[in-house]
């Protein structure tokens, strides 16, 4: 037989070495795929039992198995003075490698339990549309930097107050780095604080080209869902910085604001005749007003001794003037038109194209499509009414316009 007694001790202590890192490897990555599997069932078990969401949403963020990753580093770090008890430099130098991964595996559970903590508090309605994610960001920042630092002195054995000495010498360039994050950090406390902005709400941002519900607050931007179903980035800042509309107002309020006119041809406008008058007095909306300013202009006008051989002395009335009084009678009864706020048919100042008649209403439905309904369903309405006050919309030509107008003009000649 092989004599073995012969080994030495240098050998011996490395094979020690080896056999007990084995062991130690092995074991550990058995206990890690047990916590793993039967420790995450088992908690997750506990978790459906109990009445609090809060369990329930740190193992949904892995909190349990990071906590394991801890509790085996920390394991191993108490057994590796046994295992490389012969070889104090190799011990230094595993030490400081566990003490780097305790570290590490540490800040990774902190942000775990951070992030729970922010999906619990979305929870609740007080915090749901507040920018939880910029603290948390800020907060694991600063944990990362002091991370890093204390990573530092472990790899130099170098006390930390030396680093925290050059931090402060460095301080000027890491606020230049850290500029955006800084600013994004304070327009995150403004946001909250002054209720600009929050979660959900439809803001428009043209400079960015954002229309859409906010989606994300972040530490550096803002992220907004568009109505096209495109995603804009809007850095943080700028909604401090910058000037941006937020709708949510008017989602709070009895109405959503219709603003929109038609431009009426100017020489379709006159004075109306006798026999337009009998007409309007058929439109069931305007007769009675119809009858009732018919009588006081006739009234006026008679006590007045106005000369009425001239259609333009005295009081008269225009086709423009009854249709802007049918569309306020109109507006005043249409069902979807909220009668608590202000609203109103007024003319513009006239352009080359005409005099715009605006209508200024809020309807009582604001949700998007039902509000693009109602508003086409009125003007639709205003569309058809026209001819029957003998007015006229301007529409500049087009070509069947022009091919009708050569053909007229060969007809006459």
């Not at 009588?295 to 008269?316: C, F, H, M, P, V």
Request: net charge positive.
């Amino acid at each position: 037989m092989r004599d073995y007694t012969n080994i030495s001790h240098d050998t011996a202590a490395f094979l020690n070495v080896f056999c007990n890192l084995f062991v130690i490897a092995v074991l550990g990555f058995i206990l890690f795929k047990i916590l793993r599997y039967y420790g995450s069932k088992f908690i997750r078990k506990i978790a459906n039992k109990t009445k609090t969401q809060f369990d329930d949403i740190l193992v949904k963020n892995a909190f349990f198995l990071r906590f394991s990753r801890v509790l085996i580093f920390v394991s191993l770090s108490s057994l590796t003075k046994y295992i490389l008890t012969d070889f104090p430099e190799l011990l230094n130098h595993a030490e400081r490698l566990i003490n780097l991964c305790i570290l590490f595996s540490f800040l990774i559970l902190i942000r775990s339990v951070l992030s729970s903590i922010k999906d619990y508090l979305r929870t609740l309605s007080a915090f749901r549309d507040k920018p939880l994610e910029s603290y948390v960001q800020i907060f694991m920042i600063f944990l990362w930097v002091i991370g890093f630092v204390i990573s530092f002195s472990i790899i130099t054995e170098k006390p930390l107050l030396r680093f925290f000495t050059a931090l402060g010498a460095f301080s000027a360039v890491l606020l230049l780095i850290f500029k955006d994050t800084i600013l994004g950090f304070v327009a995150s406390i403004q946001i909250s604080v002054y209720d600009t902005v929050r979660l959900q709400d439809w803001i428009t941002m043209t400079k960015y080209g954002a229309d859409g519900n906010v989606i994300e607050i972040n530490l550096t931007s803002v992220i907004v869902k568009n109505f096209d179903n495109t995603v804009t980035s809007i850095p943080t800042y700028s909604l401090i910085s910058d000037s941006f509309k937020n709708w949510r107002a008017m989602n709070h309020s009895g109405g959503r604001r219709m603003k929109r006119a038609i431009l009426i041809k100017i020489n379709s406008i006159h004075f109306v005749t006798d026999g337009e008058i009998e007409n309007y007095k058929k439109i069931e909306l305007i007769k009675t007003y119809t009858s009732q300013i018919v009588k006081e202009i006739e009234d006026y006008n008679t006590s007045n001794n106005i000369d009425k051989s001239l259609l333009i002395n005295g009081r008269n009335l225009t086709n423009f003037g009854m249709f802007r009084k049918y569309l306020d009678i109109y507006l005043e009864q249409h069902p979807k038109i909220n009668q608590e706020l202000l609203f109103m048919s007024r003319q513009l100042e006239p352009t080359a194209e005409g005099i715009p008649l605006e209508i200024y209403a809020f309807s009582s439905q604001k949700e998007w499509p039902i509000y693009e309904r109602i508003m086409a369903d009125i003007f639709d309405h205003i569309f058809a009414s026209v001819p029957y006050f003998n007015l006229e919309i301007f529409e500049n030509p087009t070509g069947k316009d022009i091919a009708n107008l050569k053909i007229n003009s060969r007809v006459e000649e």
